[in-house]
């Protein structure tokens, strides 16, 4: 993995991109604007009236003791101006555009807290088999604070892109099983506040936990080419709701809501 200046991205490193499945672009972001996402994370984070097990904008994960707790809000930047301006940042779509050849149009946005000792994510693809879901799909991660081992940063699995859906083609999230992945083929993306990292929807990836005594907040953002469905941001996350209201329901949980 070489790490690029965000002016410094050629042919050869969109080669890498499509060859590798990821990347990551080093100092994208300037200081003053981490520090106001970072900021902007701490507001969230008392979003009291917000966070609640019902609210399906909210996102729940065990800690290394077992509590659950909170970790996530998908979607965000309509919470957060900020986050807003980031996902719509010239700095990023100009990027983007390089890669996909053709302008980049938002599809998902979340911002993962990740607090000391909460555990990581399984080894999955971010890729779901609806009909409606593109192709193009890709995430860009924004680190608002330091990503390290120690912090459970994303590791992702070169070249396992190509082979497209690795699970059943069904609607339905699934992890992968670890020997999906050879292990050697496994790249720590390992960010600093500022920097951003590239990865497909097909890019096999998963993270370790917070071991550290500090959050590990990045802001998530997801695209898709605009020739792959256009701005179509506001259906996803309808469709979305609906999908997570239906498996809520099939644990009884008939009471959730959006807000």
């Not at 604007?33 to 399906?56: F, Y």
């Not at 909210?58 to 707790?69: A, F, I, K, M, S």
């Not at 302008?103 to 971010?126: E, N, R, T, V």
């Not at 497209?164 to 999230?173: E, F, K, N």
């Amino acid at each position: 993995m070489v790490p690029l200046a965000a002016s410094a991205l050629s042919a050869t490193d969109v080669a890498r991109y499509q060859d590798d499945g990821f990347l990551v672009v080093r100092n994208v972001f300037p200081a003053d604007r981490i520090a106001s996402l970072a900021a902007e994370s701490e507001r969230l984070h008392q979003r009291t009236d917000l966070i609640d097990t019902d609210n399906i904008r909210c996102r729940w994960q065990n800690d290394v003791t077992g509590e659950c707790r909170f970790d996530c809000f998908d979607p965000v930047i309509d919470l957060s101006q900020i986050c807003g301006d980031v996902a719509r940042d010239s700095r990023l779509l100009d990027l983007l555009a390089l890669l996909y050849g053709e302008p980049a149009c938002l599809f998902k946005d979340k911002l993962i807290f990740k607090a000391p000792g909460m555990i990581g994510y399984d080894l999955h693809q971010d890729y779901i088999s609806w009909e409606s879901f593109p192709t193009t799909f890709l995430t860009v991660i924004v680190a608002i604070d330091h990503a390290t081992a120690e912090s459970g940063a994303t590791e992702v699995f070169a070249g396992y892109h190509t082979r497209g859906c690795l699970t059943p083609r069904d609607g339905m999230y699934h992890k992968l099983a670890d020997d999906a992945v050879d292990p050697a083929r496994g790249v720590l993306m390992e960010l600093a506040p500022g920097d951003i990292a590239i990865f497909g929807g097909y890019t096999p990836h998963r993270s370790g936990p917070n071991r550290s005594p500090h959050w590990r907040r990045l802001l998530y953002l997801s695209y898709n080419a605009l020739s792959d469905g256009g701005e179509q941001r506001e259906r996803h996350y309808a469709e979305f709701r609906r999908w997570l209201q239906d498996r809520y329901a099939e644990y009884g949980r008939t009471s959730t809501f959006f807000r």
